[in-house]
């Protein structure tokens, strides 16, 4: 169980960082940011908000202790995450845990602007692909 539903920040690096400070005001705390490539270890967090930037840039090995770590019914942590590239293509193309994506993407908005001149713009993107049985 988490702290509520996870949200899946997608767009520019700058609009996508702008779009999680806008919105952290409402996150449960604690707080803790995690930078996906940069730190090797997930950040220990049981309760509150994990915001993972760079998702996209996870290796498989890396996805797949996400994974357990979100599957782990102990930890009530919500989970924002910022991407720059289609998390459902690289899905198709075998580079990204589909698990893991239909873990993410539960909320997924899209982040327009947000430089040092305009606020971001969010909007709802689409509706993820239904997840395929196997």
């Known amino acids: 169980m988490n702290s509520g539903a996870n949200l899946l920040v997608r767009g520019e ?4 960082t ?3 400070v806008a919105l952290s005001a409402d996150f449960p705390v604690p707080l803790k940011t995690w930078i996906a490539g940069t ?6 967090l049981d309760r509150g908000t994990l915001v993972i930037h760079d998702a996209d840039c996870l290796d498989l090995a890396a996805q797949r202790s996400l994974l357990l770590w979100l599957e782990d019914r102990t930890n009530h942590v919500r989970v924002i995450t910022t991407v720059t590239r289609d998390l459902f293509a690289m899905v198709t193309a075998g580079v990204f845990l589909d698990q893991l994506y239909y873990r ?3 909320i997924v908005v899209d982040a327009v602007g ?7 713009t969010l909007r709802l993107g689409p509706t993820p692909p239904r997840r395929r049985r196997s």
Not at 114 to 120: A, T, V
């Open 18 to 20: 702008a779009t999680v």
């Open 114 to 120: 947000g430089d040092e001149h305009s606020e971001p």
């Open 39 to 44: 730190d090797s270890d997930l950040p220990v």
């Open 13 to 16: 690096k700058s609009a996508a």
């Open 104 to 106: 993410l993407n539960t």
